[in-house]
Structure formats: C-alpha cells, structure tokens
C-alpha cells in the first residue's frame, strides 16, 4: 500500500486546510484511514481515523477538524477548520487493516505534509 498526501501549506490562525491522503496499491488491505501529527521532539499523536463504522478523533480537535473518506477514490480527507497556532505540524498519513491492527502492528504510512499555522 503506498498512500500520498497533499495539501498542506501555511495558512493564518482561524484559517482552514484541507489534507487529502491517495492510497493505491493493495487497497483491499485498509480498512481504516487517518492522520496522525507530530512536532520535533514529541511523538506522533492521533488527529483523526475514519473506518466503516464512524470516526474517531484527537482530544484536541474539539469539533474544528472533520475526517471523510471517498472509498471510490481510495482518499482520506481532512478539513481542518479554526486552526491555531498549536496545530502547526507534520501531518501523517496513515492506513491499516483496522484500528486494532493499526494499535499492535506498523501500519501504512505516508509522507508527512507540512502545516504551518502563522500570521
């Protein structure tokens, strides 16, 4: 499975990106699709998986950051609304078999994109 993110870039706090994540390859393999993020020194920490049954989302998204996946497509998105300051990051792009899987085993990842949130 490889899986391509885009869509990051700089953006004013209060703005809005949206990450898009394409996977190709043996799709048949994902189940779950999501992103993770992360800063220098700090490890990658949940933004938001999306699987057949629902969403699941990091504590701090508190309703600014909404996942949706087009399965016809093969692509995850992420629209990330309000954004602050904080969210600046690497943004992951990642896949698995399902979310237990994705906890216990190495899952799919793709190169990370760059949010920069900055006035």
């Known amino acids: 499975v490889q899986l391509q993110a885009s869509g990051g870039g700089l953006v004013q706090p209060g703005g809005s990106l949206r990450l898009s994540c394409a996977a190709s390859?043996?799709?048949?393999?994902?189940?779950?699709m999501g992103w993770y993020r992360q800063v220098p020194e700090k490890s990658r920490e949940l933004v938001a998986l999306?699987?057949?049954?629902?969403?699941r989302y990091g504590d701090f998204v508190k309703g600014r950051f909404t996942i949706s996946r087009d399965k016809a497509k093969n692509t995850a998105y992420l629209q990330m609304n309000s954004l602050k300051p904080e969210d600046a990051a690497v943004y992951y792009c990642?896949?698995?078999?399902?979310?237990?899987?994705?906890?216990?085993?190495?899952?799919?990842w793709g190169q990370g994109t760059l949010v920069t949130v900055s006035s």
């Open positions: 990642v896949a698995a078999l399902s979310i237990p899987v994705l906890q216990t085993t190495p899952p799919y």
């Open positions: 390859g043996s799709v048949f393999r994902i189940n779950v």
């Open positions: 999306i699987t057949d049954a629902g969403t």
